[in-house]
């Protein structure tokens, strides 16, 4: 028999019985015959991604039954488990206001919940939520499979979950308000948690329900029935996901919290091998010191050297309007040469900037640069990749590449260089201000096709982040409804400007390369993170999604099946890199690039700072079957090399793109039908 504490005027309002007792008393008094018929209330959220990531929103009641009662992590509500409500007011700003009216007779599964041992007809279990109504399909406005996986978002709910501790786990509810549908009289529902703390599980007390709505409020010392023809509802977000805001503090106070709070839940502290009381040593005196001095300028830039020495792309800080946002060294001057490093280890001038100390000395596109100031190119580049915090060494070799050249202005630099078919030459030049044009890379319509040298045709599509709108899948949907059309069997995804973005989309947007007959499941990564209460590191499914999940497209008619080539390059991060990696980890695609993407996985959150300065960092883990991080610090590795020789930097100065010239002949030879 499960134990309780209730207090005794509880006890009488839920009629309380125990789990398995063959005869269940009734709530008293007795409830109207519907019970509740509208729900109003405010959502509240503090979390910066909620007017990013709902782009289109909804409040929405879903059936929940087969996820809490049944524990299926993979259940999504079919259309006739989903009921519409408003919003009344803009979900940028908490809290928002919404409303939803019950209809008379829900069309949700009826689950036996009592325990006691006899078939009964059981009660439908929903929960409210605010989801993103982004994809347009024949059911809408009714949601998508993949829509309803709200903790893709940040999940605002009725029901406030804790995430899932384990692979097969789902989100256990732990307070708010479900509402229950009962057809039936007497029939039997949790009045508290049992000694187990979860619901829905053998040790439940029962209490029964008269027919019609009731809104249960999940509370620790025993649940509360409500009936009212009108009920209030919070929409709230979990605390694991609710911003920290440390901004009302002073500079010392701020930072220990920060470090405090980096120290708890940085996901990446044992990859680096941080010591944070060590740093915290170092950098606090200098924190003291700006707090001092009211120095806003110096407490930015503490904040900055340690975004910088964490090496996480995920890590940044954001300075506000007043304050200074510029790099520590100040080295920007140069003799009007742009270096690229060849993969014979070769650095060349890819570009001479003409009226430039270079062009002025007779220096030659494609000189090979030997030494500067005495030191060997190659010893120079070494020197400068330690001062830079790019997360990978292959990024930080192009950055210190990139940089090799440079100085403040107006210094003299003794350059060392061998013109084409010359001898090597010494010069002295001072340095000066000049800007670079970008390596040219391949920029025309979002969508759009293309012809190969052999005259086939494929599709291409240029998608510079992962933040999506209902725009954006209408336009990717109606895309492959022409490349279906037209019979085209090849498509080439450029994710080289690929700035990443949320989850959510990155989700929706892989659906439609697969089908229901052959969906995908995301059953070779991992997801961890750190406890907040005990610091236990716990094991889930990737971001919260079961490993039994299908993933397919929401149409049949949105499925492209043809052959995919993917582009990817430094500029793929977060989003990209997960899309990128799981369509080469899953052989959906083939990856063709001249270089790894940039290394940031995991999930990310924001902690505001004094001087209206934010700081992010990654606080999940993504990690393969071998408890080893795929993306962080590695990036993912394309399957066809482009290598760097001369001949790509031709290509490149030709107005060409050489990458997407080796994706397109890579197509033809696999599917010359095209």
């Known amino acids: 028999m499960a134990k309780t504490s209730f207090p005794l005027t509880l006890l009488c309002l839920l009629g309380f019985a125990v789990p398995g007792e063959a005869n269940l008393q009734p709530t008293a008094p007795t409830a109207p015959e519907r019970g509740v018929q509208r729900i109003e209330g405010k959502a509240y959220w503090t979390n910066f991604e909620i007017p990013f990531q709902y782009t289109d929103p909804e409040i ?21 488990g989903q009921i519409l409500g408003e919003i009344n007011s803009n979900i940028d700003k908490s809290p928002f206001e919404f409303s939803l009216d019950l209809p008379t007779t829900p069309q949700g599964e009826f689950h036996d919940v009592d325990n006691n041992g006899k078939a009964d007809p059981g009660v439908q279990i929903w929960g409210l939520f605010l989801a993103n109504n982004a994809v347009l399909t024949a059911n809408e406005p009714n949601l998508t499979p993949i829509e309803q996986l709200t903790q893709l978002s940040v999940p605002i709910a009725s029901v406030v979950t804790t995430p899932p501790t384990s692979l097969t786990g789902i989100a256990e509810p732990r307070r708010g308000a479900l509402i229950v549908y009962s057809n039936e009289p007497n029939q039997g529902f949790p009045a508290g948690f049992g000694e187990d703390g979860l619901l829905f599980t053998a040790d439940d007390p029962i209490a029964t329900l008269d027919p019609g709505y009731t809104v249960v409020r999940l509370k620790a010392e025993g649940f509360v029935f409500e009936r009212s023809r009108r009920v209030e509802i919070s929409l709230q977000e979990r605390p694991e996901d609710a911003e920290i805001d440390l901004s009302h503090l002073d500079y010392t106070e701020a930072f220990n919290r920060l470090l405090d709070l980096l120290k708890r839940r940085y996901a990446y502290t044992e990859l680096r091998g941080i010591d944070w ?74 570009q001479v900037l003409p009226d430039s100390p270079a062009a002025a000395a007779g220096i030659l596109p494609f000189a090979e640069i030997l030494a500067v100031n005495g030191v060997p190119i190659g010893d120079r580049v070494a020197q400068l990749m330690t001062q830079l915090s790019q997360v990978t060494a292959e990024n930080r070799r192009l950055k210190a590449v990139s940089r090799s050249l440079f100085f403040p202005d107006d210094t003299p630099i003794r350059l060392q260089y061998r013109n084409p078919n010359q001898p090597p030459q010494t010069v002295t030049l001072t340095s000066d201000n000049f800007t670079y044009n970008s390596p040219y890379l391949f920029f025309g319509l979002p969508y759009q096709t293309l012809t190969s040298p052999g005259g086939q045709t494929y599709g291409y599509a240029q998608w510079t982040s992962f933040l999506g709108d209902r725009e954006t899948f209408t336009e990717l949907a109606a895309f492959i409804q022409t490349l279906n059309q037209r019979r085209i069997g090849g498509l080439i995804l450029d994710l080289r400007r690929n700035s990443g973005g949320s989850v959510a989309t990155l989700i929706q947007l892989i659906s439609y390369f697969w089908t229901v007959e052959n969906p995908l499941y995301l059953q070779e990564t991992i997801s961890q993170r750190r406890d907040i209460q005990t610091q236990e590191k716990l094991n889930f499914s990737t971001f919260e999604i079961s490993p039994n999940f299908p993933i397919y497209a929401p149409e049949p008619n949105a499925y492209y099946g043809g052959k995919i080539v993917i582009l990817i390059g430094t500029e793929c991060i977060s989003a990209c890199e997960f899309f990128s990696d799981w369509m080469q980890r899953y052989q959906r695609a083939t990856l063709i690039g001249s270089h790894r993407t940039k290394g940031a996985g995991g999930s990310v959150t924001i902690v505001p700072l004094p001087e209206s300065i934010t700081f992010t960092y990654t606080y999940t883990q993504e990690l393969d079957l071998n408890q080893q991080p795929y993306i962080e610090a590695r990036g993912v590795q394309p399957d066809i090399l482009v290598p760097i020789t001369e001949d790509f930097v031709r290509t490149q100065l030709s107005e060409k793109d050489p990458v997407l010239e080796r994706a397109l002949e890579y197509l033809a030879a696999i599917s010359p039908e095209s």
């Open 60 to 80: 929405v009641l879903l059936d929940r039954g087969g996820l809490w009662a049944k524990r299926q992590n993979h259940y999504s509500a079919p259309s006739r």
């Open 277 to 350: 009381e060590m740093w915290r040593q170092q950098y606090l005196p200098q924190v003291e010191a700006a707090q001092q001095a009211g120095n806003p300028n110096a407490y930015f830039t503490v904040l900055r050297s340690l975004k910088r020495r964490m090496r996480d792309a995920h890590v940044q800080v954001y300075a506000s309007s007043y304050l200074e946002d510029i790099e520590d060294d100040r080295a920007i001057a140069s003799v009007g040469i742009a270096p690229v490093e060849l993969s014979d280890n070769r650095i060349i001038a890819r």
